[in-house]
C-alpha cells in the first residue's frame, strides 16, 4: 500500500464466489470437493457439469442470498471482523513505504449462513479472466493503481 495507506487493509467490493458440487459436511470431510472449490479438485473429483456453474459473480451471489432471506449485509461484517482478526494475529507484520501486496481470502460459508471459517490466504491470488471472474477481474486490475498511487476514485473499501 502506498505511504498514505501504509498499513491499512482494503478490500474489493465484488467477491468471487466459487460453489462446490458437493455439500460440505463435518461427516464428509474426506471428500476433497466440499471445501476445495477450484474447478480442477471438482472435475478431478468426477465433476460433469458446466464449470461456469461453479463460479457465482456479486449479482448471481445476491439472488440466492434473497431467495433464502439473507442480504449480503449478514455476511460481509464477519469478512470484515476475520480480516481484522488476521491482520490483529500477525505480529511480524512490518508495513514498507511505496509498497503494497494483494492477498486472497478464501472463507467456507454454510447454506444456512449460520457459521463462516477461513480456509486459506493467499499471497498470490489467481487473476485469470475466465467465466464470470472477467468482469470482477478486469476492474479490479484498471483500479488497482488509483488505490496505490492515490492518483484517483476507486472502489476499493478500507476496512483496516
Not at 460481509?76 to 500477525?90: A, E, G, H
Amino acid at each position: 500500500i502506498n505511504a498514505e495507506y501504509m498499513g491499512e487493509v482494503w478490500v474489493w467490493p465484488e467477491p468471487i464466489v466459487r460453489r462446490t458440487s458437493v455439500p460440505w459436511s463435518l461427516d464428509n470431510l474426506e471428500d476433497k470437493r466440499a471445501h476445495i472449490a477450484n474447478v480442477h479438485q471438482q472435475k478431478q473429483g468426477g465433476f460433469k457439469g458446466d464449470p461456469g456453474a461453479l463460479k457465482w459473480t456479486e449479482a448471481q451471489l445476491d439472488i440466492y442470498l434473497n431467495k433464502t432471506g439473507f442480504c449480503r449485509q449478514i455476511i460481509l461484517p464477519q469478512i470484515k471482523q476475520f480480516l481484522r482478526t488476521i491482520m490483529d494475529s500477525y505480529t511480524d507484520f512490518k508495513p514498507r513505504e511505496h509498497a503494497f501486496a494483494q492477498f486472497g481470502l478464501d472463507i467456507l460459508v454454510e447454506a444456512s449462513l449460520e457459521h463462516m471459517w477461513v480456509l486459506e490466504i493467499q499471497k498470490s491470488p489467481a487473476m485469470s479472466t475466465d467465466g464470470p471472474k472477467r468482469q470482477v477481474i478486469l476492474p479490479l486490475l484498471r483500479e488497482t493503481p488509483l488505490l496505490v498511487f492515490g492518483s484517483g476514485n476507486h472502489s476499493f473499501h478500507r476496512v483496516l
